[in-house]
């Protein structure tokens, strides 16, 4: 199976910045979606941001889309999430996750369609 850590979580406060780093354990993402998704307290789970690995596009949820910036590393075994102008409201449990997606196009922002997910790590913005 495929073992995700997630670094880079924190408390910062509003307006600051955060970056986060899904790295793969013995894993290289060649043509999978790679997938930072985030749980409120009460909410549910929600997309935030996706990458597929394959052709590097990229999709955002719109409450992040101009603040929050996923990429890949050179090597392949990292993707990270840069967020800027962080607010209240993005205070969440960030997890990232893969697969490779049928159809992915379509389903890449749905939490449900994915296999293998990280621990998670937390941001709290005050």
């Known amino acids: 199976d495929v073992q995700l850590v997630e670094s880079g979580g924190g408390s910062v406060q509003a307006g600051g910045s955060l970056r986060l780093s899904c790295t793969a354990s013995?894993?290289?993402?060649?043509?999978?979606?790679v997938g930072w998704f985030r749980q409120a307290p009460g909410r549910e789970r929600e997309g935030v941001a996706v990458?597929?690995?394959?052709?590097?596009?990229?999709v955002y949820a719109d409450s992040v889309k101009g603040r929050f910036t996923i990429s890949q590393d050179n090597a392949k075994k990292t993707v990270s999430l840069q967020m800027n102008s962080l607010k209240a409201e993005d205070t969440a449990m960030y997890s990232c996750?893969?697969?490779?997606?049928?159809?992915?196009?379509?389903?890449?922002?749905?939490?449900?369609?994915?296999?293998?997910w990280g621990q998670g790590t937390q941001v709290t913005v005050s």
């Open positions: 013995e894993y290289t993402f060649s043509g999978d979606c």
């Open positions: 996750a893969t697969d490779d997606l049928y159809n992915w196009t379509v389903y890449r922002l749905e939490a449900a369609r994915y296999r293998y």
């Open positions: 990458l597929h690995t394959g052709s590097g596009s990229t």
